[in-house]
């Protein structure tokens, strides 16, 4: 795969940022607001990763199309809140993320990010962290059709010059493993995020991982050195 450059896409919410605090308490008052019975955090982190009307049919498979987007357009309006009116803080980012991303940067790999956030959602959190300039391509749910399908991978895949075999999909969440699976390209799974280790293995991951830093290394034994 030298011809192609060497492609590295992450997810966003629960692999590059830790968002659960702000996604649970936005999910919690939307249903809230509903009347509805209150969810399990657990229920709610087990979603993160898909689109968000997908996210919310998942947790209500009972309800009809339109409610969940209806409750998809009060959960934006609920987030706005507090992000922008309340002023919630941004998200964390995990250990290692920023040092990682610029050492991988350096050494030529093409970035790129699949998230089912929003593209103003995301840019957010680049603009945030100050990391927008790391990534040459940003793929998000309101571009796509939600994950797992492997639109925002194979996108990417043209935005980069890359291929299949030369792209690494970095998640955790099974959604971001199977996305890579049905994407032909290779899928690493990290444990700090939303999905236990187990479930991203069956979904398909090569690997998982435990820190940002063991990236690099597996990088260039899966998808090869980009320079």
């Known amino acids: 795969m030298a011809e192609h450059n060497k492609l ?23 249903f809230a607001k509903r009347g509805l ?7 709610v982190r087990r979603i993160v990763g898909l689109s968000l009307v997908e996210a919310i049919a998942y947790l209500l498979p009972n309800e009809a199309p339109e409610v969940h987007t209806e409750m998809a ?7 706005y809140r507090l992000r922008v009116e309340e002023k919630a803080g941004p998200d ?6 920023r040092e990682v991303l610029e050492a991988l ?3 030529g790999y093409i970035l790129g990010v699949a998230t089912g956030n929003s593209m103003r959602g995301l840019k957010r959190v680049l603009e945030e962290h100050d990391l927008g300039h790391l990534f040459v391509t940003l793929q998000t749910a ?7 399908h492997p639109s925002m991978i194979q996108t990417a895949i043209v935005e ?20 890579a699976r049905n994407a032909k390209a290779h899928g690493l799974g990290v444990d700090w995020g939303y999905h236990a280790r187990a479930d991203l293995e069956g979904a398909g991951a090569g690997q998982v991982i435990s820190s940002f830093h063991d990236i690099p290394g597996i990088a260039e034994a899966t998808i090869g050195k980009a320079a």
Do not use: R, W
């Not at 019975?37 to 229920?43: I, P, S, T, V």
């Open 8 to 30: 590295i896409i992450f997810d966003c919410d629960g692999t590059l940022v830790d968002s659960q605090h702000m996604i649970v308490t936005t999910m919690h008052e939307t």
């Open 37 to 43: 019975a209150a969810l399990e955090d657990n229920a």
């Open 73 to 79: 357009e009060e959960y934006k309006a609920i987030f």
């Open 92 to 97: 964390p980012l995990y250990p290692g993320t």
């Open 105 to 107: 940067n350096a050494d």
């Open 142 to 148: 309101d571009l796509h059709p939600s994950k797992p």
């Open 160 to 179: 980069a010059g890359s291929h299949e075999g030369a792209t690494l999909m970095i998640g955790d969440t099974t959604f971001d493993m199977m996305m």
